[in-house]
Nanobody, 120 residues
Framework: QVQLVESGGGLVQAGGSLRLSCAAS????????MGWYRQAPEKQRELVAI???????NYADSVKGRFTISRDNTKNTVYLQMNSLKPEDTAVYYC??????????????WGKGTLVTVSS
């Protein structure tokens, strides 16, 4: 079993910053890509940012230049630094990781989500 636990969400004013963290634990052999997705009310879940095991990154156009994804492979943790937040960034943010378990099964795992609310 693998668990992903997010932290760092909350309420912030427009223009402010938040840093999300997501720690993976459990029967982990290796972790490939890690990413952040978000889902706003009555909208589909969308990719925010993703980072490969070697550090390559990709961002949604809506967050480029404002958000930065990073990871610490020694801690199996991925971060999302969010600056210049806008009300339209309000959503539940979910962590995702493609994990190869010690049983050598590769699967996508999801965290339970953390709410980010940006007030205008």
């Amino acid at each position: 079993q693998v668990q992903l636990v997010e932290s760092g969400g909350g309420l912030v004013q427009a223009g402010g910053s938040l840093r999300l963290s997501c720690a993976a634990s459990g029967s982990i052999f290796s972790i490939n890509a890690m990413g952040w997705y978000r889902q706003a009310p009555e909208k589909q879940r969308e990719l925010v940012a993703i980072i490969g095991s070697g550090g390559s990154t990709n961002y949604a156009d809506s967050v480029k230049g404002r958000f930065t994804i990073s990871r610490d492979n020694t801690k199996n943790t991925v971060y999302l630094q969010m600056n210049s937040l806008k009300p339209e960034d309000t959503a539940v943010y979910y962590c995702n990781a493609k994990v190869t378990t010690k049983s050598l099964y590769t699967m996508d795992y999801w965290g339970k989500g953390t709410l980010v609310t940006v007030s205008s």
